[in-house]
């Protein structure tokens, strides 16, 4: 959240005028990208044609019978001046199309989808079995129409792992025999390249940028060579790296040679509690990372720290009132679905300490008349607290089946109809906010989160490490429109503009009047050229200034098809305390972090 005041030359030129781009030229660059995106279906569908044609036609070669598929390779290769390889997947994405994705090729024909996001589609979902894409097809093309292909791959994975947990599980475990280190010479400069165990990649890269960090700010190097120059220490076994800055008397040397104490846990997962106690297979998210399996998840719990982090379930789409509750269930308004973070700590020790801290109900005694009923659809989930760090966890094992019950639709990783997800919702929104766009308006338009009196810290304009945490966890990456930067790496931004004169008066630093923006971003926002509104359930209606509108979701909304009717809420292991906490509503107060370690952000 970088701030600086306004030169003398700034005040005398007033006001800046944001920039604005004419609609037509949009319009017109819109349409010429359709007509290409025919043309490369058309071409796509070609190659296909060409192979399969081939492939009927057989070759007796001695006793060996074979197709000519790779006589379709080759005139495809030379038709387009593309190699061999480029024209199978030419091939193969065509027969993709018409065999799996009918949806997908529609739209693909229609020029709303371009290649690289057919393409990453096809890459994607073919390890699946042909049911579960087929649930989960037309919720992965809604994310298409919205997304760019690296922010869409994510996006599928994530919803694949939602529709055929026990396939994801196992693909898993098929791709650890990728893992592996290349080196590549390049003259001067070579490359070691690593395929990893997702956690262990994780871990590596955190280890790599702490190790970054303990340079002064004034090191002439960029964030990258501070990384390479990390990386070749730690390969040497050392815990820092000399810093290359000319310090001086007024300038003096800030780098820390020493490791801190108490470092910050390499590895964040978050879990839902059902998940962590096999009532339910959602799936779970890693940190620097993304979406991994429920079966992955545990493991990591297991051989973990443990922080459970309470989290509020809110109905975002019964909120805003385009979904309706069909079910609400007056008897649930202090429900809440939990999320537990595993990390992996610095320390190795395997011993389990029970004894430390005793037991404490986490439940909300203070029920408010007002809380939003136990969600069944969108629901956002609101970070309320969070528990003393726990070594490792001893997870119960499910019965095993019985061999002789008979297997239900419930039994299936694919049940029948469409999965609903995410961009199923942003849909559905963006539909409902342009037929009334009087529907875009802020929840609080002042930025107090409805408020009358500020709380501790709302007047300060950086955030504490609490409610900072908060926010990131909420949010996971850059809430602008199609941008899936980590929150880790991105700028915590006001939604509503902090008054640095008088900070009663402009909007507040808390939990509802926050969100994360990577510094691109950030920089659009400021000079107006694109405005974000706050809506019901921490939901963003962003509008530029030439008239492009689109809806982001916090990063931790899950979708309908997923959701289990249980609600647990544990009991966390903490420090009991010798007076009374009084409670304060949730999405307005940062909650008290009772750990004796930092927090997992």
């Given at each position: 959240?970088?701030?600086?005041?306004?030169?003398?030359?700034?005040?005398?030129?007033?006001?800046?005028?944001?920039?604005?781009?004419?609609?037509?030229?949009?319009?017109?660059?819109?349409?010429?990208?359709?007509?290409?995106?025919?043309?490369?279906?058309?071409?796509?569908?070609?190659?296909?044609?060409?192979?399969?044609?081939?492939?009927?036609?057989?070759?007796?070669?001695?006793?060996?019978?074979?197709?000519?598929?790779?006589?379709?390779?080759?005139?495809?290769?030379?038709?387009?001046?593309?190699?061999?390889?480029?024209?199978?997947?030419?091939?193969?994405?065509?027969?993709?199309?018409?065999?799996?994705?009918?949806?997908?090729?529609?739209?693909?024909?229609?020029?709303?989808?371009?290649?690289?996001?057919?393409?990453?589609?096809?890459?994607?979902?073919?390890?699946?079995?042909?049911?579960?894409?087929?649930?989960?097809?037309?919720?992965?093309?809604?994310?298409?129409?919205?997304?760019?292909?690296?922010?869409?791959?994510?996006?599928?994975?994530?919803?694949?792992?939602?529709?055929?947990?026990?396939?994801?599980?196992?693909?898993?475990?098929?791709?650890?025999?990728?893992?592996?280190v290349k080196y590549r010479d390049?003259?001067?400069?070579?490359?070691?390249?690593?395929?990893?165990?997702?956690?262990?990649?994780?871990?590596?890269?955190?280890?790599?940028?702490?190790?970054?960090?303990?340079?002064?700010?004034?090191?002439?190097?960029?964030?990258?060579?501070?990384?390479?120059?990390?990386?070749?220490?730690?390969?040497?076994?050392?815990?820092?790296?000399?810093?290359?800055?000319?310090?001086?008397?007024?300038?003096?040397?800030?780098?820390?040679?020493?490791?801190?104490?108490?470092?910050?846990?390499?590895?964040?997962?978050?879990?839902?509690?059902?998940?962590?106690?096999?009532?339910?297979?959602?799936?779970?998210?890693?940190?620097?990372?993304?979406?991994?399996?429920?079966?992955?998840?545990?493991?990591?719990?297991?051989?973990?720290?443990?922080?459970?982090?309470?989290?509020?379930?809110?109905?975002?789409?019964?909120?805003?009132?385009?979904?309706?509750?069909?079910?609400?269930?007056?008897?649930?308004?202090?429900?809440?679905?939990?999320?537990?973070?595993?990390?992996?700590?610095?320390?190795?020790?395997?011993?389990?300490?029970?004894?430390?801290?005793?037991?404490?109900?986490?439940?909300?005694?203070?029920?408010?008349?007002?809380?939003?009923?136990?969600?069944?659809?969108?629901?956002?989930?609101?970070?309320?607290?969070?528990?003393?760090?726990?070594?490792g966890l001893d997870l119960p094992?499910?019965?095993?089946?019985?061999?002789?019950?008979?297997?239900?639709?419930?039994?299936?990783?694919?049940?029948?109809?469409?999965?609903?997800?995410?961009?199923?919702?942003?849909?559905?929104?963006?539909?409902?906010?342009?037929?009334?766009?009087?529907?875009?308006?802020?929840?609080?338009?002042?930025?107090?989160?409805?408020?009358?009196?500020?709380?501790?810290?709302?007047?300060?304009?950086?955030?504490?490490?609490?409610?900072?945490?908060?926010?990131?966890?909420?949010?996971?990456?850059?809430?602008?429109?199609?941008?899936?930067?980590?929150?880790?790496?991105?700028?915590?931004?006001?939604?509503?503009?902090?008054?640095?004169?008088?900070?009663?008066?402009?909007?507040?630093?808390?939990?509802?009047?926050?969100?994360?923006?990577?510094?691109?971003?950030?920089?659009?926002?400021?000079?107006?050229?694109?405005?974000?509104?706050?809506?019901?359930?921490?939901?963003?209606?962003?509008?530029?200034?030439?008239?492009?509108?689109?809806?982001?979701?916090?990063?931790?909304?899950?979708?309908?098809?997923?959701?289990?009717?249980?609600?647990?809420?544990?009991?966390?292991?903490?420090?009991?305390?010798?007076?009374?906490?009084?409670?304060t509503h949730p999405t307005h107060?940062?909650?008290?972090?009772?750990?004796?370690?930092?927090?997992?952000?």
């Amino acid at each position: 959240m970088p701030h600086t005041t306004p030169s003398r030359y700034a005040r005398y030129l007033g006001p800046h005028t944001p920039p604005t781009i004419d609609p037509t030229l949009l319009t017109e660059l819109t349409d010429a990208a359709r007509e290409e995106n025919k043309a490369c279906a058309r071409k796509v569908a070609h190659a296909a044609h060409i192979w399969e044609t081939c492939i009927e036609q057989t070759i007796h070669i001695g006793e060996r019978i074979t197709d000519a598929g790779n006589y379709a390779s080759s005139e495809t290769a030379a038709a387009l001046g593309c190699s061999k390889t480029v024209a199978d997947t030419y091939s193969d994405i065509g027969m993709d199309l018409r065999l799996r994705l009918p949806h997908i090729k529609a739209a693909f024909d229609a020029g709303d989808l371009d290649l690289p996001r057919v393409r990453a589609i096809h890459r994607l979902t073919a390890p699946y079995s042909t049911p579960a894409v087929e649930h989960a097809q037309t919720d992965i093309l809604t994310a298409a129409l919205h997304l760019s292909p690296g922010p869409l791959a994510t996006e599928i994975n994530t919803i694949m792992h939602r529709c055929a947990p026990e396939e994801a599980a196992q693909l898993r475990t098929d791709l650890t025999r990728l893992t592996g280190v290349k080196y590549r010479d390049k003259d001067m400069i070579a490359t070691i390249e690593a395929n990893l165990d997702a956690a262990d990649a994780a871990a590596s890269w955190q280890r790599i940028n702490e190790v970054a960090d303990t340079l002064c700010p004034r090191d002439p190097r960029t964030r990258g060579q501070r990384r390479a120059a990390a990386y070749t220490a730690l390969m040497h076994s050392e815990t820092h790296i000399a810093c290359t800055c000319e310090p001086d008397d007024n300038h003096p040397c800030t780098a820390n040679p020493e490791p801190p104490d108490r470092r910050r846990p390499l590895t964040t997962v978050t879990i839902d509690i059902d998940t962590l106690l096999h009532l339910a297979d959602l799936p779970a998210y890693l940190a620097d990372h993304g979406t991994i399996d429920p079966d992955y998840a545990r493991q990591l719990a297991h051989n973990s720290d443990l922080q459970i982090l309470i989290t509020e379930a809110l109905d975002l789409a019964h909120e805003l009132g385009h979904i309706t509750n069909p079910n609400p269930n007056p008897d649930n308004n202090n429900a809440a679905d939990n999320n537990t973070d595993s990390n992996n700590s610095n320390s190795n020790s395997n011993n389990s300490d029970s004894n430390n801290a005793d037991p404490a109900d986490a439940r909300d005694t203070d029920p408010e008349p007002t809380r939003t009923p136990r969600p069944t659809a969108h629901p956002t989930f609101h970070p309320l607290g969070r528990g003393r760090r726990r070594r490792g966890l001893d997870l119960p094992t499910p019965p095993a089946p019985h061999p002789t019950r008979t297997p239900t639709n419930t039994d299936t990783d694919t049940p029948a109809g469409q999965y609903e997800g995410r961009y199923t919702l942003i849909a559905a929104l963006e539909k409902a906010l342009t037929t009334n766009p009087a529907l875009a308006v802020p929840l609080y338009p002042d930025g107090h989160g409805g408020l009358t009196t500020p709380p501790p810290g709302a007047l300060t304009y950086r955030p504490g490490t609490a409610l900072a945490g908060l926010v990131r966890h909420r949010d996971r990456t850059c809430r602008h429109p199609g941008c899936d930067i980590p929150a880790a790496g991105c700028d915590i931004d006001h939604v509503i503009a902090f008054d640095h004169h008088n900070p009663t008066r402009g909007g507040w630093t808390i939990l509802t009047n926050l969100h994360c923006l990577c510094r691109y971003h950030h920089s659009l926002k400021t000079i107006g050229a694109w405005t974000p509104t706050m809506l019901a359930g921490a939901a963003e209606h962003w509008q530029s200034n030439s008239g492009t509108t689109a809806v982001t979701l916090p990063g931790n909304t899950y979708g309908t098809t997923d959701l289990t009717a249980q609600s647990l809420i544990p009991h966390i292991p903490r420090k009991r305390r010798p007076t009374t906490t009084t409670t304060t509503h949730p999405t307005h107060t940062p909650p008290t972090n009772d750990t004796d370690d930092p927090a997992p952000f």
